[in-house]
């Protein structure tokens, strides 16, 4: 048993929560697509009419395959759930997310949702963050926000495809993995870095209602 295995196995599980009805609003990673493919045979089974926001076109992909139907943020006030993973949790269930790059997306679906699901393995949980913060920056701010950045104990580096490329987010923007080494106060840190003009949004986010930890010998925790 792997811990895809046990991703696999926690699916149906997480996905007793979805109802008739439901605005489901879908994170990105192998945690997210894990559920995306088991979410439309659960929806077809108990002849559920739900709709979907991924945060990616990758998920919007997966959805789109499995013939979930797709809406868009702008479209509703609400989500009641959202599937999502996380690239490091702490002790308190604070998380560091935005390995994919929608952070900006995961962020403001999570903003509005009424419960959020958090799917993630145990080698993501820590006793404090210390994982890189990824930052979105509006490209005009590269060089103003990294100085910034440093004023704040940070070392930033800006994201960058194989070739070479920046990275460059479905927002159009670019992302800073910033190093803080070892975060003492996750909260203080996030809303210093959201401050500096031209970051877009910031991947420390708040503890979620529910997170279920995937372990490597195929069982997993749920954590609430």
């Not at 979930?68 to 002790?91: K, T, Y």
Request: aromatic share 4%; net charge positive.
């Amino acid at each position: 048993m792997t811990v895809d295995d046990a991703i696999e196995a926690l699916s149906p599980q997480a996905l007793k929560m979805v109802k008739n009805n439901f605005v489901i609003g879908l994170g990105s990673g192998r945690a997210a697509t894990a559920i995306v493919k088991l979410l439309s045979s659960h929806i077809k089974k108990n002849k559920f009419s739900v709709k979907a926001i991924p945060t990616s076109l990758q998920i919007k992909m997966e959805a789109e395959r499995g013939g979930i139907p797709i809406i868009e943020a702008d479209q509703i006030n609400h989500v009641d759930l959202v599937f999502d993973g996380a690239d490091q949790i702490d002790a308190k269930g604070n998380m560091i997310k935005g390995g994919g790059g929608a952070l900006l997306r995961e962020k403001i679906l999570i903003n509005i949702a009424n419960k959020v699901v958090i799917i993630a393995d145990e080698s993501k949980f820590v006793k404090k963050l210390d994982r890189n913060v990824p930052v979105e920056v509006h490209p005009f701010a590269r060089n103003t926000v990294g100085i910034q950045i440093r004023k704040h104990g940070g070392k930033p580096h800006i994201r960058l495809l194989e070739r070479g490329y920046p990275f460059v987010t479905e927002n159009g923007n670019i992302i800073l993995d910033c190093d803080f080494g070892q975060i003492q106060n996750p909260k203080e840190l996030a809303t210093k870095i959201i401050e500096i003009p031209g970051v877009i949004e910031v991947g420390i986010f708040p503890k979620p209602d529910i997170i279920y930890k995937a372990k490597e010998d195929g069982k997993y925790e749920i954590i609430s």
